[in-house]
Structures are given as C-alpha cells and as structure tokens.
C-alpha cells in the first residue's frame, strides 16, 4: 500500500468501519478466517457477519480443529502436524506413508494442497509447502466422493457434491468456471445425507462456531463422512455453493444474505453482554 503502514487495515479502513451497523466479512485465507480481523473488531465494539474470533482462530488452524473433533463421534483422517525446513524433508518422506494429503496448516481456498501418492511426490509437494511456512498436516488420503454441508444457524443445509473434471478440488478447480460439477442436492442415500449433516453439526458445535460455516468431508463407499475441515466465511457469491445450498431450503441469495446479516447483530450482541 502506498502508506507503507505495517497494519493489517488500510488507511480509514477502521474508521468507515466503525460507522457501519454491520461489518460483512467475506474475506479469505489468513488474513480474514483466522480470527484477527474479528478480534480487532471486537476490541472496537464492531459488529461483524459470521463467526467470533475464537472459533475462527480454531477452525483455521486444521491441526488443532482435527484434534478437537477426534474426541467426538465424528471419523477425520489420521493424520501429524510437521514444522520443517529443507533438511528434515528426507526424513519426513521416508516416514510418511502414501498416499497422502499435505495441506499448510493454516490456508485457505485450497491454496499449497497437494495429494501424494509416491515418494517422490510427496518430496516436491514437502519442498514447496515451505513457501507457506514450512508448517503442515499430512493427512491419510481417504478416497471417497467430495461432499461438502453448508450449516446455517446451527443447521445443516442440504448437502453438495463437487467432481472436479480432473485431480480433487484445488484452487484452480474451485475458482476455474468449468472446472468441477456441482451437483445440488447431491445424489446420495438418505441415510448418507443424515450422517454427513449431523457430523457437520456436531463440528459446528465443537468449535463454538455461529451464524454460518461450511463443512467438507469425503464419503466414502460405505457412507462413512469423513471430516476434512471446516470454514468460517465460505464463498458467498450468488453461485458459491452455501448459497447453492440454501436455495434448495427456498432461501434466495437476497434472503441469505440478509440472514447472515440480522443472526450476526444477535450474535454480536450476545457476545458483548
């Protein structure tokens, strides 16, 4: 920025902020899911959309949420959290079985995932997760559908299945127009829809999370969700898949919206009781 200013915030960003009735939040990745915007808001007494700080902070953090959720009735991949450098990659590989999921341990959109299914790729996929701190999760690869849950006031929405036209749900795939089929509500078994929207819930719960979230899992062929992760501000333009979701349920992208907006100021307003 042209002010050089090391704040998160840009010039006046806080000041038109506080003379909003309410702060929508639809940012992405560390700067915007990881509780520190909310936090500074809270500290300012600005209402914002989604949820609290805390729960933000948890659920960016997919090594600390998977431990939460490990202690409930709700199945996640095995899976270890790995701080290296360059000079421990040889042993992490050696050590790790594959296939895999290395995924940074706080990211979003998908950015700097990778799965391996050799050595060799799980040696590049280590090499270049140091460009996103040389901190992440290696993930027992699960093969299954992709289903992921909207939850919406503590609810879960009807579910969605995503099948990319290549590889899984990358960055390039999510945000690609083509690239992965989205089909709502997704064609599973009722009994499936019943597991996966009560897991997502129950992740919902766990973390203290409000107003709205979106839950990824892998199911797989004996109906089994297994949990991924779960985000805080998922994408909520009129095509991204909570929106999706909510038109099934006869929410609009308009009504949504205003949801989002009237179940924050009630949650802010609990919050700073």
């Given amino acids: 920025r042209r002010d050089k200013s090391a704040s998160m915030f840009g010039k006046d960003v806080l000041t038109v902020c506080a003379m909003a009735d309410i702060v929508f939040i639809a940012l992405h990745g560390t700067c915007g899911?990881?509780?520190?915007?909310?936090?500074?808001?809270?500290?300012?007494?600005?209402?914002?959309?989604?949820?609290?700080?805390?729960?933000?902070?948890?659920?960016?953090?997919?090594?600390?949420?998977?431990?939460?959720?490990?202690?409930?009735?709700?199945?996640?991949?095995?899976?270890?959290?790995?701080e290296y450098t360059m000079k421990d990659i040889d042993s992490l590989t050696s050590t790790t079985p594959v296939p895999c999921v290395v995924k940074p341990v706080a990211s979003g959109s998908s950015i700097g995932v990778f799965i391996a299914h050799t050595k060799k790729e799980l040696y590049a996929a280590l090499v270049k997760g140091l460009e996103f701190g040389g901190q992440c999760v290696l993930e027992q690869y699960v093969k299954g559908r992709e289903i992921q849950v909207g939850i919406l006031a503590g609810k879960a929405l009807p579910s969605i299945e995503i099948i990319p036209s290549d590889g899984f749900y990358d960055y390039e795939n999510k945000y690609q127009p083509g690239a992965a089929k989205e089909v709502c509500p997704a064609e599973i078994p009722p009994e499936w829809e019943k597991a996966v929207g009560k897991a997502a819930e129950t992740v919902y719960e766990a973390l203290g999370l409000t107003v709205y979230s979106r839950a990824d899992f892998i199911v797989t062929e004996d109906g089994t969700p297994w949990f991924l992760e779960i985000n805080t501000l998922p994408g909520m333009t009129p095509t991204s898949l909570v929106p999706q979701e909510a038109a099934q349920v006869g929410l609009s992208y308009a009504d949504l919206c205003e949801k989002i907006v009237r179940d924050s100021i009630e949650a802010r307003k609990a919050e700073y009781r």
């Fill in 33 to 82: 899911e990881d509780g520190r915007v909310q936090a500074a808001f809270d500290l300012m007494g600005i209402p914002y959309t989604g949820a609290g700080y805390l729960g933000s902070a948890i659920a960016m953090d997919k090594d600390f949420t998977k431990r939460l959720i490990a202690e409930l009735d709700v199945a996640t991949p095995k899976w270890r959290r790995a």
